[in-house]
């Protein structure tokens, strides 16, 4: 599979194939046959795994239409924004070590201001890491290892950044960091030895848990309104004082348990004249409260992470709603809303409750010309009530 795929790059012939494959989409049985009349069996596989992976990169990587992935090595890579945003703290002109680097989405980042040693157990991934270097020009910059990241001596003054597989025991990703590959123990130990770094997690792990405490800063980033990943910093790279941070990026905003009153309180306010939906990186950092509180905003309802206030506020990390009425979640008052006001397209938010915006939606059939937004909410103590919105325009700051 690994030698076809080379093979498959490397060479006219498979180079021709491959731009033939890239081209549709998707492929029938006479595109296949087609194929397979021109080129080993084996060679069409190849292109067809080459082809989707670029697909799938091109969600991640400025760069993808050249570069070399396989399903799940493209699937673990960090997106190329959020590994830049990370390579900026590593500064430059020094050495990093980047262990379980995969198809090298972070060494690439890293590689434009230092020298990156790539450490994959797999042979393949080394070839993919190096191979998508020279993609980025930094090829000089990335030398590619094989070694297992438990193993492997980190040089003397060098930095690390480790991307644990969390994987490793099946097709479930793992939630808990001690189902992580290499585990906590290993990732405790890199932490301690290294002079600084940076540590991946998944943004649904249980980091509190384990990096809470002193010298450890887990920033939680999000990119385009998605968490991404939350990065454990130790050593020089952590911020003195911080020890939570949320980004939202592409903005680059960034908000710390130093900005706002610490801790979780998820009480609620009256309901103002707008309603908020906060970037999810203020969520799951759990400094939704202190960032709420610093703005003079509450929480819609007790345990609901939907904000309100009585006017607006601009910030990247608010999606701002002025509020038209607010009345008892219901579908029968719901339905007759929306036909008499004619609202679509109808966009739609639940908090709290077990049913779907989707299946709300096949519910009210909305159709009109008037857009709206339907934030539905079930909070702790209070009773369910939509509330009609429509979306205030995109401040320069958002």
């Given amino acids: 599979m690994f030698d076809a795929e080379s093979l498959v790059l490397t060479t006219e012939d498979g180079r021709a194939l491959l731009a033939d494959v890239s081209a549709i989409a998707r492929p029938g049985p006479s595109d296949l046959s087609r194929w397979r009349k021109q080129a080993p069996a084996e060679w069409v596989s190849a292109a067809l795994r080459l082809a989707e992976g670029r697909r ?21 890579a960090t997106a190329e924004p959020v590994a830049r945003h990370k390579a900026r703290r590593f500064g430059e002109g020094g050495v990093v070590v980047d262990l ?22 797999d042979a393949g991934m080394n070839r993919r890491a190096l191979w998508n270097a020279a993609v980025y020009d930094v090829a000089g910059q990335v030398l590619a290892v094989r070694a297992r990241a438990e193993s492997f001596a980190i040089p003397a003054g060098a930095r690390v ?13 793992a939630r808990s960091v001690e189902g992580y590959v290499p585990g906590l123990e290993h990732l405790s130990r890199i932490a301690s030895a290294a002079p600084g770094g940076a540590i991946k997690l998944g943004p649904a792990s249980d980091f509190a848990a384990h990096f809470g405490g002193p010298g450890f800063e887990v920033e939680v980033v999000s990119l385009g309104g998605e968490c991404k990943e939350a990065t454990v910093w130790f050593g020089d790279l952590a911020t003195p004082g911080v020890r939570r941070r949320a980004t939202s ?9 130093r900005d706002g009153p610490a801790g979780e309180t998820h009480a609620s306010t009256p309901l103002g004249a707008w309603a908020f939906d906060p970037d999810p990186a203020l969520v799951r950092s759990g400094l939704l409260d202190g960032f709420a509180s610093a703005l003079g905003l509450g929480r819609i309802a007790a345990g609901v992470d939907i904000l309100t206030g009585p006017s607006r506020v601009n910030s990247p990390f608010l999606s701002a709603f002025e509020i038209i009425e607010s009345f008892p979640l219901d579908l029968k008052v719901l339905r007759r809303e929306v ?42 103590g209070s009773p369910s009530r939509a509330i009609l919105a429509r979306r205030g325009p995109t401040s320069p700051t958002e």
């Avoid at 950044?161 to 990703?173: K, Y």
């Avoid at 990026?249 to 348990?257: E, H, N, R």
């Fill in 161 to 173: 950044h480790v991307d644990p597989d969390r994987r490793a025991s099946g097709s479930q990703r």
């Fill in 56 to 76: 799938k990169g091109s969600a991640k990587f400025e760069r993808a239409g050249r570069m070399w992935f396989d399903p799940v090595g493209v699937e673990q």
């Fill in 339 to 380: 036909a008499a006001r004619g609202l679509w397209p109808l966009e739609i938010k639940t908090r709290g409750l077990d049913t779907t915006p989707e299946s709300y939606r096949a519910s009210l059939r909305p159709e009109g010309s008037t857009p709206a937004t339907l934030i539905l909410v079930a909070g702790r």
């Fill in 100 to 121: 379980c680097s995969g198809i090298g989405g972070d060494s690439l980042a890293l590689a434009r201001s230092n020298r990156v040693i790539a450490v994959d157990l």
């Fill in 249 to 257: 990026l592409p903005a680059g905003a960034s908000w710390t348990d």
